[in-house]
């Protein structure tokens, strides 16, 4: 009651400012597709989706960006991204890296799997771009507590180039051991 | 033992009640308030104050210490002897606690430090309270390699000068941190960033780029310092990038080029000049003598991965020198051409008289490679006098990339990464910190990815091989070793040397060290908590000499993270 009430103050201060109601309602009309697949409480329906709440702007607007021009692929993602602009994009980034990041209550990972996990880590690298606590930052994403099956599925198609749309990382995960590639998906997914 | 029970602090609160109010309010002690202060009085920097910042043991004015970036300090109140006594005099915790790569520099009395995300303080630099704080209101799309650094800022007048991740260069009061002036430098979405210092000369800001492990062209510029309008640009790629076919290394190794396979490719591809690197990471030297400025260039793009780019590769892994009126190209000298390794030139070119291989002491540059060799040259015409003895294993080299992986050190890091070497002219020695990581390198194909990572493969830390690092004093006139100190972990940070024999570096352990800098003994050392670098800076403050270094970690190598700015003084 208490938010609603709040939604409805702030609305009319929207109102009296001069805010047009079509530019807010936009956004949520924008998103509302989304929830369909992401999770309307931002905990995706499937678990090879990824979650984007409290994802970071840079990182999704590149991936909407790069399903429109098709370096991404994806037979939902890319129709859905062909019909954004890139100022739509950006606001639709921006919309989704202010919500919280979901709890999809991944457990830790033993420490003999963290132990192999953080040696590929080191041996490739990761955390120069995706940072100490695999935060992300900017266009590089978060990948704490990311879906373990949707960060499995993505590390697999990295290697195959299936997820095309950043030879670096293929690159990288190519120079990764296949056999680590499980342990790694566990380990981020429980931090 | 002596720490005081629950009852034993009851026991004092219930004494502290009893007391009469007249009592406190003879003991009451005005305490300053916690906050920033807001403004910072700082003393105009001049540019006579920059062009003499080399023998002004009051100040550290430039990234480097002064023009010629010597990193020679000359303030010896702490020396060889008293070094031991060294301690902190104030800590300051900033507000990022990310990689720590600052250079502060030091004006009258006045610090700036930045942080990762381009932060920039002003701090009191007697006692390290902060003055004012410029929150950078970062773009949503930044692109980088190695971590969100920012290695510091310059100061001309009252103006501080600040190059941002998301390629901005922006200029502050350096009385308030208020924005006076802001210019886009490049798209970030283009994989274009900043995290080096500007170097400010002659009212000219100096900035070069990152992105050459994302295909981007690289540039050296240099902007009005008063208005932020740029006023040359120098492409760091030429547009004839293929220069004259080099088989063999700076060092006369042969690097097993497929000449014929490379022309042919150039025939049907044509010049890969557009999307060919080239990054510039750290500060130009500036010749005043000669109104020359050298720097050195970055890898191409992709890393490892030579056939899309066929020929040398100009001004890849190369020492440039221009003109800095006009930013024509005067002179150059590449080390590899075709690098496929990304042992690429990186750690800031020092300006320092040396004899050349007759005897005769003439201007040269210094540069320390990734390859682990300090390279001495001519500044006339930018030619190589000689090479040092490596200073860290090298094996293999240079064997080709391949899909499976081929082992060879350097690893890809060096050598001698980003990190500025220090020189001490009156022993004729560079002092440089260098990385020993053994690697495997492999090559993949793929095309221009359209600024995102294009590393052409992967160079991999081999699992099981131990890393280490060392502090190494070269002598630049013989290219003799004089002495090292072997370190557990690599090392990457940056070195300062001291009027007072002494020289400081930091290791990513935490520790902060002084050494002899004529022998290498360790003389004194701290722990502070998370990795140690960064750069170290000297100066002078109510007549004590204080040395201030950054801990806060580094992204690169993964060290621990930390966010505090610790100086030292003696008692």
Partial sequence: ?191 | MNRLSIGGYAALLGLACYLPATAYAQQEVKQDSVGPVGTANVTPVTQAMLDAADKNATNFLLTNGNYAQTRFHPAKQINQKNVKNLHVAWIYQTDVKESLETSPIVVDGVMFVTTSYSHVYALDAKTGRELWHYNHKMGPITTYCCGPNNRGVQVLNDMVYLATLDAKLVALSAKTGDVVWKTDIADPELGYSETMAPTVVKDKVLIGTNGGEYGIRGFVRAYDAKTGKQLWNFNTIPDSSVGVWATKDATGRDMHRDIAAEKEALAKNGDPFAKLGGGVWQNPAVDLATNRIYFVVGNPSPDLDGSTRPGDNLYTDSLVSLDLETGKYVCHFQYIAHDVWDLDAVSPPVLVDVKDKSGKVVPGVLHAGKTGHIYVHDRKDCSLIRFSEAMVPQENMWVLPTKEGARMLPGANGGVEWSPIATDPSQSLAYAINLHQPMTYRVENSPYPNGKLWLGGAFTAIPGEKQSGNITAVDYNTGKIKWQVKTPEPMIGGILATAGGLVFTGEGNGKFAAYNSADGKELWSFRAGAGVNAPPSSYMVGGKQYIVVGAGGNTQVNFKRGNNIIAFTLD
């Avoid at chain 1, 939604?7 to 929207?14: R, T």
């Avoid at chain 1, 607007?61 to 890139?86: C, N, T, V």
Wanted: aromatic letters at 6%.
């Fill in chain 1, 1 to 191: 009651m208490a938010m609603k009430l709040r939604s409805v103050i702030l609305l009319g201060l929207a109102l009296s400012a001069g805010v047009a109601p079509a530019a807010a309602d936009s956004i949520a009309e924008k998103t509302e597709v989304c929830a369909g697949c992401h999770g309307a409480d931002g905990k995706p329906v499937d678990k090879t989706t990824p979650v984007i709440w409290g994802q970071l702007t840079g990182y999704i607007y590149i991936q909407l960006r790069d399903f429109k021009r098709g370096d991404r692929k994806s037979e939902i993602m890319q129709p859905i991204a062909s019909a954004f602009e890139k100022d739509e994009m950006l606001a639709i980034a921006e919309y989704f890296s202010q919500k919280k990041w979901p709890d999809l209550g991944q457990p830790r990972a033993p420490k003999d799997v963290s132990r192999k996990a953080t040696d590929a880590e080191h041996s490739v690298g990761c955390t120069g771009c995706h940072l100490e606590q695999f935060q992300g930052t900017s266009t590089a994403p978060r990948l704490a507590g990311q879906s373990r099956e949707y960060l499995a599925k993505t590390m697999a198609d990295f290697r195959t180039r299936a997820r095309g749309n950043n030879p670096g990382m293929s690159d990288l995960m190519i120079a990764t051991p296949e056999s680590d590639l499980a342990a790694l998906a566990e380990f981020l997914a429980g931090l």
